[in-house]
């Protein structure tokens, strides 16, 4: 069964750091490009970072740029969102998706003081 | 960066209706639009992919067409269960990958 399961979502203070993980079983993870995709509340899906099978190719959306890191471990089967400098407006639920279409249950994200 | 206009943004039908979503993008895509439906409380879940491929286990009142920068989905017989928010995603780039801004249907 294909699975992705995110975690280390919380609550974190403006301008503070997070990092979230999504842990992938039951496909062959380094087959597929993975993206990170967030839904703030009542809102729609709004795309935010994306890496190639091999990580040699990388993109994010332009309200995360320099402040999000995308990476993989493909040895573990893992994907990763470093987020800094975190503001109200990225307060949302954290999807990771592979583009095969399978999706996590996703991970919540509050950013306030 | 790639830009897709979906509409409408909301849309009441009554059961049997068939229903069209449609999407546009800024740019050529070729076919690389996929069609998702999300329940409240529930992660999206693929039904379309490459614009008019049907996931295995969809229903076949599913449809998608369309190439270039116009696609259209379609419900050919709206069913209970179909209420949902349905969005487009384009993937011409990868990684990068951009959604319509979703459809709410609601039953008339």
């Known amino acids: 069964e294909v699975q992705l399961v995110e975690s280390g979502g919380g609550l974190v203070q403006p301008g503070r750091s997070l990092r979230l993980s999504c842990a992938a079983s039951g496909f062959t993870f380094d087959d597929y490009a993975m993206h990170w995709v967030r839904q703030a509340p009542g809102k729609g899906l709004e795309w935010v970072s994306g890496?190639?099978?091999?990580?040699?190719?990388?993109g994010y959306a332009d309200s995360v740029k320099g402040r999000f890191t995308i990476s993989r471990d493909n040895a573990k089967n893992s994907l990763y969102l470093q987020m800094n400098s975190l503001r109200a407006e990225d307060t949302a639920l954290y999807y990771c998706?592979?583009?095969?279409?399978?999706w996590g249950q996703g991970t919540l994200v509050t950013v306030s003081s | 960066d790639i830009q897709m206009t979906q509409s409408p943004s909301s849309l009441s039908a009554s059961v049997g209706d068939r229903v069209t979503i449609t999407c546009q993008a800024s740019?050529?895509?070729?076919?690389?639009l996929n069609w998702y439906q999300q329940k409240p409380g529930k992660a999206p879940k693929l039904l379309i992919y490459d614009a008019s491929n049907l996931e295995t286990g969809v229903p076949s009142r599913f449809s998608g067409s369309g190439s270039g920068t116009d696609f259209t989905f379609t419900i050919s017989s709206l069913q209970p269960e179909d209420i949902a928010t349905y969005y487009c995603?384009?993937?011409?780039?990868?990684?990068?990958?951009?959604f319509g801004q979703g459809t709410k249907l609601e039953i008339k």
């Open positions: 998706a592979a583009v095969s279409g399978a």
């Open positions: 740019q050529d895509i070729s076919n690389y």
């Open positions: 995603q384009q993937y011409d780039n990868l990684p990068l990958s951009s």
């Open positions: 890496i190639s099978w091999n990580s040699g190719s990388i």
